[in-house]
């Protein structure tokens, strides 16, 4: 479509009935370039706002989202289609971590004095974090307030400008985001939404004008923009898709590892990066757990505990996912009758050949296989085979061999006897190895991802006889040193 303006434009849908909820106008790579330039501007005014303006500022944005809580959420149920409730959890917890940036930004990012060491003991040593300037924000429909939020929030409150191009399935969130942020902020763009497909995604990754990109979504598309960014060397963070697993030891709470796997594994339809896609329990405890987890699964029902499947397209690997599954294993919950586009109802497999698809790649739906091990051991090397390694996590009644496999698990974030915990902590970085991408949002991680850290080395005094950075220097300068070094460096411990 196009409108008066001679935008083209496209529309974003109910995934639950298919009826149109907003139309956005797809802006091309020119209009791109225009609002990076503008919030270049906003950029320089925001940053000379000063940490204690421009902490007040977000924590006037916070109250904002706060106050219009409803209108979030009735945005976010309709365009992903997602149960009001959890629309709602996932908002405040997005509030939380607007929170944390806010207040923490300075504490983190501002001037310090650091120790210069003895050699350099008349040179005064400082560290500050810098502003990039702009943060291109490219987001998922999954979460599409949590999610970009993440990067949102910290990127603001490191004194960076943010032009966020939200998904095409949820750009009225991106919107409405934007839209808040101007009360609190009205004098700058200092945070604005472009909306489109993925062109435009791919305009603002190869914008010259964007000091960093944060990308949140699949790893297919994390490759196509690190290639964007790679022709201006514009550093890029990318929080990638998950295969996480759950790890149930002998001595584990059944009931409860039962309880926390199942809402892991399908909340929110299983459309989360963190989400449980593979369960791995002890011999000893296997047929007790599983007769846990079917007698929960039996209660729960796509349509009423959780929604649709956000993106039609994902329904088509959710079904080769299940058949894949049933084919090498057993089904103990649903089977590819569970599916009735665009619902999906629980799906619990278990056996499935660890070389299947359906074990290897992530699926994205409410399903998850489920595999009997002999010990927590093989458990891990199960779980660390994975290409990705976002999260994951461990149930276990011993808190130390829990530690202990969750320091070894090959994932930037794991939960002992809870899942997804750790996005719930502000304080924690969030992000992933190999497949799921590199670099971290939330926490002091966070804050220093969208910054640059700025070293400053100023010299208080001339140390007689030491100038060792002069053509002047001689030989007794040099001595000097190595007998100052040999005292400081020299003697060996035993
Ligand atoms: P996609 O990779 O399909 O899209 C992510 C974003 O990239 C969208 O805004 C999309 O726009 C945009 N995009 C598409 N093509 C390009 C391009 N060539 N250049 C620049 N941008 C582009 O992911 P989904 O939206 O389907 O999200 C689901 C994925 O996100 C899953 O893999 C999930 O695991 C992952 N995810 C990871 C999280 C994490 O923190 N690690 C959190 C949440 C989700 P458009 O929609 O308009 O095509």
Redesign the pocket.
Known sequence: MTTTTGHRTFDSFDPATGAVVGTHPIHDAVEVRAAVAEAGVAATWWAGLGWAERRRRLLDYKAVITRDLARIVGVVHRETGKPKADATLEVVLAITHLDWAARNARGVLGPRRLFPGLVAANVAATLEYLPLGVVGV??????PVF?PM?SIAYALAAGNAVVF?????TPGVGVLLAELFAEAVPEQPVFRTIT???????A??GDPGVGKIA????????K??MA?CAANLTPLVA????KDALIVDADADLPAAADAALWGALSNAGQT??GVERIYVVDAVYDEFMGELTRRAAAVRAGRDYGPIT?PAQLDVIRRHIDDAVAGGRAVVGGPESVRAPFVDPVIVEDVPEDSAAVRE?T?GPTVTVKRVADAEEALRMTNAAAYG?AGTVFSGDVRRAMDLARRMRSGMTSINSVISFAAIPALP???IGA??FGRIHGADGLREFSRPKAVSRQRFALPGMNLTSFTRGQAELDRLVRVVTFLHGRRKR
């Not at 489109?196 to 791919?202: N, R, S, Y």
């Not at 990308?215 to 994390?222: D, M, V, Y």
């Open positions: 490219i987001g998922p429909w999954n979460y999610t993440g191009k939200p998904s095409e399935l489109g497909l993925g062109e435009t995604g791919a603002l990754a990308f949140t979504g699949s790893t297919a598309t994390a196509r923009v964007a929080e990638c898709g998950g990066c963190a993106m992530e994205f976002l969030f992000g992933g799921s991408g």
